[in-house]
C-alpha cells in the first residue's frame, strides 16, 4: 500500500517505517521536521521515501498530503497520551484531527481509507466484560476519547484499528531495511489482551482485579520492532484484515 506515516521521528514511528518498506509498502513521512528524520535513517533508507513537512494538528494539511500523494493507507504514531489521569498532553488535538483528515480524505476518494493508530493496554476490555482494564487502574486516559471517536464514526467511513501495546523498549537502534528482529512475532487478538493470567486474587474485594492487572501488566511488555511489524505485515492484507474496526492486545510469543 502507499502509507502517510505520521511521527515517524518517535521511538515507535522510526521502527514502522523501515518496517514498512521491508513490507514492500511506499512510504510517505509527514513530519516537523524533514531534517531529524533524516538524521536517524540511513541514508540508503531514506533515499527511498517521500517527506511532507506539517503538523499533525492540522486536518486540512493531513487531508491534502494523503489525497496528492494518492495515500490508500495512513498510520500514526504521533504525539503521547499523558500518564497520570489529571495530566493533559496534545495527544487527543494530534488523534482528533488525523481521524478528520482521514474520514475526509475517504469520503472525497470515494473509498473508506485504511488507517492503523496507537492506543495502550488499559483500552481493552478486561477478559469475559466490556469494562476497559483502565477502568480498574486509570492512566493514560486520553487513549479512551481516541477509542470514543472511532467507534462513534459512521459505518464505512474509516477502516481503522488501534494497536493497543504494554511497554514498548527498543531491540536496537538499526533502522536499516530489510529489519531483522531476534525477538518473533507478536500473538495479536482483537478487544482484549491475548494469554491474560486470571489469579485468584480477582476476588478480593474492591481491589482485587486491580491486583490481578498490576501483576499481568509486565507481561505485555515488548519491543518497538514487534509492534512495528505486526502493524507493516497486516497492511499487506489492506482493506481485508481481521483487525478493521477493532482495539488490538498483543503480547509476545515467548510469554
Ligand atoms: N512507548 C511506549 O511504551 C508506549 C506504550 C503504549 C502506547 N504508546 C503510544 O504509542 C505512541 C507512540 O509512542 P512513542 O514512544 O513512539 O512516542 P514518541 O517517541 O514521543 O514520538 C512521538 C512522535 O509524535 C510526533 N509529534 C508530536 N507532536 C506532533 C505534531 N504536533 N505534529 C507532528 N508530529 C508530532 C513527534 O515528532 P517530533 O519529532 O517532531 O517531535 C514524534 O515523531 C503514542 O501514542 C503512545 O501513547 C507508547
Given at each position: ?31 516537523r ?18 517527506t ?38 496534545d ?7 488525523i ?105 478480593i ?51
Amino acid at each position: 500500500m502507499k502509507v502517510l506515516l505520521l511521527g515517524a521521528t518517535g521511538n515507535l514511528g522510526s521502527r514502522i517505517l523501515p518496517a514498512l518498506l521491508t513490507h514492500g509498502h511506499t512510504v510517505v513521512a509527514y513530519v516537523r521536521s524533514a531534517q531529524k528524520l533524516q538524521s536517524l535513517l540511513p541514508e540508503s533508507v531514506f533515499r527511498q521515501i517521500t517527506t511532507i513537512k506539517g503538523d499533525a494538528t492540522d486536518v486540512n494539511a493531513i487531508k491534502t498530503a494523503i489525497l496528492d500523494s494518492k495515500c490508500d493507507a495512513i498510520v500514526t504514531a504521533a504525539g503521547v497520551a499523558a500518564m497520570a489521569p489529571w495530566a493533559k498532553s496534545d495527544l487527543p488535538k494530534i488523534f482528533q484531527a488525523i481521524l478528520q483528515a482521514v474520514r475526509q480524505a475517504g469520503e472525497e476518494r470515494g473509498q473508506p481509507l485504511r488507517f492503523w493508530c496507537l492506543g495502550g493496554t488499559g483500552v481493552l476490555y478486561y477478559p469475559g466484560t466490556q469494562s476497559m482494564l483502565s477502568s480498574y487502574i486509570p492512566v493514560f486516559l486520553e487513549h479512551r476519547q481516541n477509542v470514543a471517536l472511532l467507534r462513534e464514526l459512521p459505518p464505512n467511513s474509516v477502516d481503522w484499528s488501534m494497536l493497543c501495546p504494554g511497554n514498548m523498549t527498543p531491540e536496537s537502534s538499526d533502522f536499516n531495511v530489510p529489519t531483522k528482529t531476534s525477538q518473533g512475532k507478536l500473538i495479536a487478538q482483537a478487544a482484549n489482551p491475548p494469554s491474560w493470567q486470571h489469579l485468584w486474587v480477582r476476588f478480593i474485594p474492591v481491589i482485587g482485579k486491580s491486583i490481578e492487572m498490576a501483576i499481568n501488566f509486565s507481561r505485555y511488555d515488548t519491543k518497538l520492532e514487534q509492534n512495528a511489524e505486526l502493524i507493516a505485515a497486516d497492511l499487506e492484507e489492506g482493506h481485508d484484515s481481521r483487525f478493521v474496526g477493532t482495539t488490538v492486545g498483543i503480547i509476545s510469543g515467548s510469554k
